[in-house]
């Protein structure tokens, strides 16, 4: 028997999957229990039975009504007549009954409004909300204006417990909708967490078994692509290459999204070169851009710091994921890969540096709809206009979740059909750069180390020799191949920088060519390329031929130091504490930055070309209004006769030129006119060629005004130039060279140790002074040139 009620009670109540459905029925239930409850009180606390039987009644309709919606499976029927007969005018028969407002049921009142709120769905909800609402207001109204239809208490006795009673029972019922809600809303949550981890587990199992034989199948794919000579069995085979590495992607992806959900991926923090991971991703980027026809633009704000601390692989994957949707989805136009540092907001717990990333395309735009959706895992937007692109849907869920790992979310502003823009902000803490040899710029000199820079452009051979002024390197250039070889022949160099592309022999024949000269000698000479070309391919391509490295162009000096220290003899380089440059004054920064940007020059990032040094860039800046005028007329010359072949190289020199006075704009259009002129496109040569000399120009006369600018504070900026350039004789050489080592300052007692085996020849005494000073043995030094002087 007592089986039997449990198990009764058990289909009823709580094997009911319908939440509202389940409320309804306890409702009902516990609506029972309060009006058998109201009908005993009634009975003890007034002398009129009309209350019990009132309650009584109710009591025995809720009955009815509960066998009648569970029979029928009609619970909208059921919340309506409820709401009608009970909510409405059985609380204002009541209300009436029992002391109108002195009384407990316009607590009740409230009941009966959660239960409409919690009931009904829809526009329903808000219609019955709205009339239950007014009725109330009514009846309320009705008691104030004719006090004569209320039935007020016998005594205050009776109306306290009333009240009491309508606070506990409308407080507890209240509270009971609200626990019943909260345990619902808990075993939804479980329930779809034990679903997520399911599919989560079950994703990561399939994925690693499907790991296995598709590493096996190109693993052997591999073998026949080595062994086989059929040209035709090699194409089949490079197929399956790219088939077998997009399924693995796909597949790395399911356990990347697995590996979140589970709650398994961590951050992995380090201190990284957060400029040189944009620029890998955008040397990439660019290469997968072209075989579109698209335009790729990299942006980075000078102010961007260069080594922060994060999740560096975390941040190259989400760029990826953007990149690639940007590539993928974008049919011509540009895409620009953004980065730039954000003021924190006052009063927040701040790390060092905020860094907004942002990827723009003019690609197929996404509808407001789809943009509410593209977060989440397997949702593609447009998925009939995009049938055509292939993909899972994963990548911006991904993302986003590995941006929410790092703090932050991903935004997106989008318009159909016009393009779309992402970005996220960053909050990354200051980075340290590495203390190993080869990784460190701009911190040594090496004053016996020769040099040789090889390049068809005169400015850049300048820039290259500003650019290592401060290392106290000797510096030799050269402006052709065959100079190269005669100056190679006659001096034993350190290391050689080779531009690759020159006239007549490019710089891959020259780097042979002196390979073979080494070889007669029985040596071996660091060959590094000069290139603006940063693809994968072309890298591998350099070393493959013999280079020993690849400096890409416009050059970084912090890049340049760090390749010299990586190949340059040990014992030639000396480690030194810090920057040799002057600070430039932070108004003239200012002053200069705001001149020149209204002429599309940026004056940080000529800067960062020339390791912060102005007078470089003055210098620099006068050499490129010396030979622009002839570069733009040569080229007009050469497309008018149809030789594109020379107006690319032409051009080609005009965008390291732009790019070393930082002439952004001017730089972007000589490489397209670079890449046209290469297809012989004469159409567009031709057509761009006036805006590209109107840009040109435009730069020229920037720089024209940043000189005048120049000359006008250099006193400022170089105070003790004239004393310095004043030459020093002998007694005054040594007395300048014991004040520095007393000082204990290393490297401008090297510099005079320098001028003063100038000037009484290299002898093995001075030889011995350089060496005590970089081992910072300054008592020992100072005696020698006590030595010297005495001598």
Same mark, same amino acid.
């Given at each position: 028997?007592?089986?039997?009620?449990?198990?009764?009670?058990?289909?009823?109540?709580?094997?009911?999957?319908?939440?509202?459905?389940?409320?309804?029925?306890?409702?009902?239930?516990?609506?029972?229990?309060?009006?058998?409850?109201?009908?005993?009180?009634?009975?003890?606390?007034?002398?009129?039975?009309?209350?019990?039987?009132?309650?009584?009644?109710?009591?025995?309709?809720?009955?009815?009504?509960?066998?009648?919606?569970?029979?029928?499976?009609?619970?909208?029927?059921?919340?309506?007549?409820?709401?009608?007969?009970?909510?409405?005018?059985?609380?204002?028969?009541?209300?009436?009954?029992?002391?109108?407002?002195?009384?407990?049921?316009?607590?009740?009142?409230?009941?009966?409004?959660?239960?409409?709120?919690?009931?009904?769905?829809?526009?329903?909800?808000?219609?019955?909300?709205?009339?239950?609402?007014?009725?109330?207001?009514?009846?309320?109204?009705?008691?104030?204006?004719?006090?004569?239809?209320?039935?007020?208490?016998?005594?205050?006795?009776?109306?306290?417990?009333?009240?009491?009673?309508?606070?506990?029972?409308?407080?507890?019922?209240?509270?009971?909708?609200?626990?019943? &809600?909260?345990?619902?809303?808990?075993?939804?949550?479980?329930?779809?967490?034990?679903?997520?981890?399911?599919?989560?587990?079950?994703?990561?199992?399939?994925?690693?078994?499907?790991?296995?034989?598709?590493?096996?199948?190109?693993?052997?794919?591999?073998?026949?692509?080595?062994?086989?000579?059929?040209?035709?069995?090699?194409?089949?085979?490079?197929?399956?290459?790219?088939?077998?590495?997009?399924?693995?992607?796909?597949?790395?992806?399911?356990?990347?999204?697995?590996?979140?959900?589970?709650?398994?991926?961590?951050?992995?923090?380090?201190?990284?070169?957060?400029?040189?991971?944009?620029?890998?991703?955008?040397?990439?980027?660019?290469?997968?851009?072209?075989?579109?026809?698209?335009?790729?633009?990299?942006?980075?704000?000078?102010?961007?710091?260069?080594?922060?601390?994060?999740?560096?692989?975390?941040?190259?994957?989400?760029?990826?994921?953007?990149?690639?949707?940007?590539?993928?989805?974008?049919?011509?136009?540009?895409?620009?890969?953004?980065?730039?540092?954000?003021?924190?907001?006052?009063?927040?717990?701040?790390?060092?540096?905020?860094?907004?990333?942002?990827?723009?395309?003019?690609?197929?735009?996404?509808?407001?709809?789809?943009?509410?959706?593209?977060?989440?895992?397997?949702?593609?937007?447009?998925?009939?206009?995009?049938?055509?692109?292939?993909?899972?849907?994963?990548?911006?869920?991904?993302?986003?979740?590995?941006?929410?790992?790092?703090?932050?979310?991903?935004?997106?502003?989008?318009?159909?059909?016009?393009?779309?823009?992402?970005?996220?902000?960053?909050?990354?803490?200051?980075?340290?750069?590495?203390?190993?040899?080869?990784?460190?710029?701009?911190?040594?000199?090496?004053?016996?180390?020769?040099?040789?820079?090889?390049?068809?452009?005169?400015?850049?051979?300048?820039?290259?020799?500003?650019?290592?002024?401060?290392?106290?390197?000797?510096?030799?250039?050269?402006?052709?191949?065959?100079?190269? &070889?005669?100056?190679?022949?006659?001096?034993?160099?350190?290391?050689?920088?080779?531009?690759?592309?020159?006239?007549?022999?490019?710089?891959?024949?020259?780097?042979?060519?002196?390979?073979?000269?080494?070889?007669?000698?029985?040596?071996?000479?660091?060959?590094?390329?000069?290139?603006?070309?940063?693809?994968?391919?072309?890298?591998?391509?350099?070393?493959?031929?013999?280079?020993?490295?690849?400096?890409?162009?416009?050059?970084?000096?912090?890049?340049?130091?760090?390749?010299?220290?990586?190949?340059?003899?040990?014992?030639?380089?000396?480690?030194?504490?810090?920057?040799?440059?002057?600070?430039?004054?932070?108004?003239?920064?200012?002053?200069?930055?705001?001149?020149?940007?209204?002429?599309?020059?940026?004056?940080?990032?000529?800067?960062?070309?020339?390791?912060?040094?102005?007078?470089?860039?003055?210098?620099?800046?006068?050499?490129?209004?010396?030979?622009?005028?002839?570069?733009?007329?040569?080229?007009?010359?050469?497309?008018?006769?149809?030789?594109?072949?020379?107006?690319?190289?032409?051009?080609?020199?005009?965008?390291?030129?732009?790019?070393?006075?930082?002439?952004?704009?001017?730089?972007?259009?000589?490489?397209?006119?670079?890449?046209?002129?290469?297809?012989?496109?004469?159409?567009?040569?031709?057509?761009?060629?006036?805006?590209?000399?109107?840009?040109?120009?435009?730069?020229?006369?920037?720089?024209?005004?940043?000189?005048?600018?120049?000359?006008?504070?250099?006193?400022?900026?170089?105070?003790?130039?004239?004393?310095?350039?004043?030459?020093?004789?002998?007694?005054?050489?040594?007395?300048?060279?014991?004040?520095?080592?007393?000082?204990?300052?290393?490297?401008?007692?090297?510099?005079?140790?320098?001028?003063?085996?100038?000037?009484?020849?290299?002898?093995?005494?001075?030889?011995?002074?350089?060496?005590?000073?970089?081992?910072?043995?300054?008592?020992?030094?100072?005696?020698?040139?006590?030595?010297?002087?005495?001598?």
């Amino acid at each position: 028997m007592f089986e039997k009620l449990k198990q009764a009670i058990d289909d009823f109540y709580i094997k009911e999957s319908a939440p509202d459905i389940r409320l309804f029925k306890l409702l009902g239930t516990g609506g029972i229990i309060v009006s058998i409850i109201g009908a005993i009180q009634d009975i003890f606390t007034s002398s009129d039975l009309t209350g019990s039987l009132i309650n009584l009644l109710a009591a025995l309709a809720s009955i009815c009504l509960m066998w009648y919606v569970h029979s029928t499976g009609k619970y909208l029927v059921g919340y309506l007549l409820t709401t009608v007969s009970v909510f409405m005018f059985l609380f204002a028969w009541l209300f009436l009954e029992t002391g109108g407002m002195n009384g407990s049921i316009p607590y009740f009142f409230a009941f009966g409004m959660v239960f409409t709120l919690l009931m009904y769905k829809g526009a329903l909800r808000y219609i019955m909300t709205a009339v239950q609402t007014l009725f109330y207001v009514a009846v309320c109204w009705f008691s104030y204006k004719y006090p004569q239809f209320v039935v007020p208490f016998e005594n205050e006795k009776k109306q306290f417990f009333d009240q009491m009673a309508g606070i506990l029972f409308s407080a507890i019922g209240i509270g009971l909708i609200f626990l019943m &809600y909260l345990w619902e809303y808990g075993k939804q949550q479980k329930l779809a967490e034990e679903s997520s981890k399911a599919k989560s587990v079950l994703l990561a199992n399939i994925s690693h078994e499907i790991r296995t034989p598709i590493n096996m199948l190109l693993g052997m794919n591999e073998m026949i692509m080595r062994e086989s000579e059929n040209t035709q069995i090699n194409e089949y085979a490079q197929n399956v290459v790219n088939a077998g590495q997009q399924l693995m992607f796909m597949v790395n992806q399911f356990l990347d999204l697995s590996r979140i959900d589970m709650g398994k991926e961590t951050l992995f923090e380090e201190d990284f070169n957060v400029l040189k991971t944009v620029e890998s991703l955008g040397a990439f980027f660019a290469k997968e851009a072209e075989k579109k026809g698209l335009e790729f633009v990299l942006d980075i704000d000078g102010k961007v710091p260069e080594y922060v601390y994060g999740d560096n692989r975390k941040l190259s994957q989400i760029l990826s994921n953007l990149l690639s949707n940007a590539v993928k989805y974008t049919q011509n136009g540009t895409i620009v890969l953004s980065v730039l540092p954000v003021e924190n907001k006052a009063g927040e717990n701040q790390k060092d540096h905020t860094i907004r990333f942002e990827v723009s395309d003019t690609g197929a735009g996404i509808s407001g709809e789809d943009q509410q959706k593209i977060f989440e895992s397997f949702e593609r937007a447009d998925i009939i206009r995009n049938r055509s692109i292939e993909g899972t849907g994963l990548g911006l869920a991904i993302s986003n979740k590995l941006a929410n790992l790092m703090g932050s979310d991903i935004k997106v502003k989008s318009q159909y059909g016009v393009g779309s823009v992402f970005w996220f902000d960053l909050q990354l803490n200051a980075g340290e750069e590495s203390t190993d040899r080869g990784s460190v710029g701009g911190a040594f000199i090496a004053p016996e180390a020769k040099i040789l820079i090889v390049d068809d452009n005169n400015m850049n051979l300048l820039v290259g020799k500003s650019l290592l002024k401060r290392t106290m390197i000797s510096v030799d250039t050269a402006g052709s191949a065959q100079e190269s &070889y005669e100056k190679y022949a006659k001096t034993d160099y350190d290391l050689v920088f080779m531009d690759y592309m020159m006239p007549e022999v490019d710089g891959i024949e020259a780097m042979h060519h002196l390979k073979e000269s080494d070889k007669a000698k029985n040596r071996h000479v660091p060959i590094i390329v000069l290139t603006a070309d940063a693809s994968s391919d072309k890298k591998e391509m350099f070393l493959s031929e013999g280079f020993d490295d690849y400096l890409l162009k416009p050059v970084d000096s912090r890049v340049m130091e760090s390749i010299l220290m990586k190949h340059l003899p040990a014992r030639l380089i000396t480690p030194v504490g810090g920057d040799i440059q002057n600070e430039l004054p932070q108004e003239l920064k200012k002053e200069f930055s705001a001149l020149l940007k209204e002429y599309d020059i940026s004056f940080e990032l000529a800067l960062k070309h020339l390791s912060g040094d102005v007078v470089q860039l003055a210098r620099v800046s006068e050499f490129f209004m010396q030979n622009i005028g002839g570069s733009l007329s040569s080229a007009k010359k050469y497309v008018e006769a149809g030789d594109y072949e020379n107006a690319a190289i032409l051009f080609h020199a005009i965008k390291g030129n732009a790019g070393n006075v930082g002439a952004e704009d001017l730089y972007y259009s000589a490489r397209r006119l670079e890449r046209r002129a290469k297809d012989r496109d004469a159409e567009y040569v031709k057509a761009a060629l006036p805006l590209f000399d109107m840009k040109a120009k435009r730069v020229e006369e920037g720089l024209r005004k940043f000189r005048e600018k120049f000359e006008s504070v250099k006193h400022i900026i170089i105070p003790e130039e004239e004393e310095e350039n004043r030459p020093l004789d002998e007694q005054e050489l040594f007395k300048k060279l014991l004040e520095e080592v007393r000082l204990g300052n290393k490297t401008p007692a090297l510099r005079v140790v320098d001028k003063l085996a100038e000037l009484k020849g290299n002898s093995k005494d001075f030889d011995a002074i350089r060496e005590c000073i970089r081992s910072i043995e300054f008592d020992r030094a100072e005696e020698l040139i006590g030595g010297l002087l005495n001598g």
